[in-house]
């Protein structure tokens, strides 16, 4: 049983994009296998997870994209959980490839009873999660993230069967893929995704239909983009997303 989780990914064909780099949603893909196979490795993983009527949920990540590699490259993510605040479980990865780190990661996670569909403190695994509490990718914590006034409405999603998870709802790398295709091709012809923040606010399922909006925030240098549910405008996410010039 290790602290840390490692696996490595090649990129082929469907993790890239029209340039040869690797998407960010493709990080956040390898991020979130790498997650599942760590916990599992330490007894608290989806299986030992569903035994005990609980499941994960991913509610908040941010990550800094310092490089994006491209076709044919390996990739190597490592994972370990750092402890707790409050409800949240905290887990950092380090993304690297020839030996470099290209991107920092936190995320917090919340652990759900199935029956109750509410959440749980992380006492009630009863210390199984071995925790590295002075290792962090990024030391800060994900914070609430608030509305901006200027919003325009991109598009609208329809959810479909590609869109849903093990846990019958929206996979949270639907909802990072939906953030960067808020963004038109020109965006990506001259700049790159840099800095990513997103929090989950509530499920969404098959056959719902999510309305995108984004809104510039010019002192902060950065997009909001959030999805509300088309007809009870309950909203499923915030993300705010820094673009920075390419190399």
């Not at 599942?36 to 009527?53: D, F, L, R």
């Not at 076709?71 to 750092?82: R, S």
């Not at 007809?231 to 915030?238: E, G, L, M, S, T």
Request: proline residues 2%; positive net charge.
């Amino acid at each position: 049983m290790s602290k840390i989780g490692t696996e490595s990914f090649r990129l082929g064909t469907y993790a890239v994009d029209f340039e040869n780099r690797i998407k960010m949603s493709t990080i956040f893909n390898y991020m979130q296998e790498c997650a599942i196979n760590h916990a599992h490795s330490q007894s608290y993983g989806v299986k030992e997870m569903t035994e005990e009527g609980l499941f994960w949920i991913l509610s908040r990540a941010y990550i800094d994209v310092l490089e994006y590699p491209k076709l044919g490259d390996t990739v190597t993510v490592k994972t370990w959980t750092k402890g707790t605040d409050k409800i949240f479980v905290l887990r950092d990865f380090k993304v690297y490839s020839s030996d470099k780190v290209i991107a920092n990661v936190t995320t917090n996670w919340v652990i759900v009873d199935w029956k109750k569909m509410r959440p749980q403190r992380p006492k009630i695994l009863n210390g199984t999660i071995e925790n590295l509490e002075n290792e962090h990718a990024v030391k800060e914590v994900p914070g609430k993230i608030f509305d901006v006034g200027n919003k325009e409405h991109v598009f609208d999603k329809n959810i479909s069967y590609c869109d849903i998870d093990i846990n019958n709802h929206v996979n949270n790398v639907r909802y990072v893929e939906m953030v960067l295709d808020s963004f038109c091709e020109k965006y990506y012809l001259n700049q790159q995704p840099k800095i990513l923040q997103i929090n989950f606010l509530s499920q969404c399922k098959y056959g719902q239909t999510i309305e995108l909006h984004k809104g510039y925030n010019k002192e902060a240098d950065n997009y909001y983009v959030e999805g509300v549910d088309r007809d009870n405008r309950k909203k499923y996410f915030q993300a705010l997303i820094k673009w920075t010039n390419k190399k």
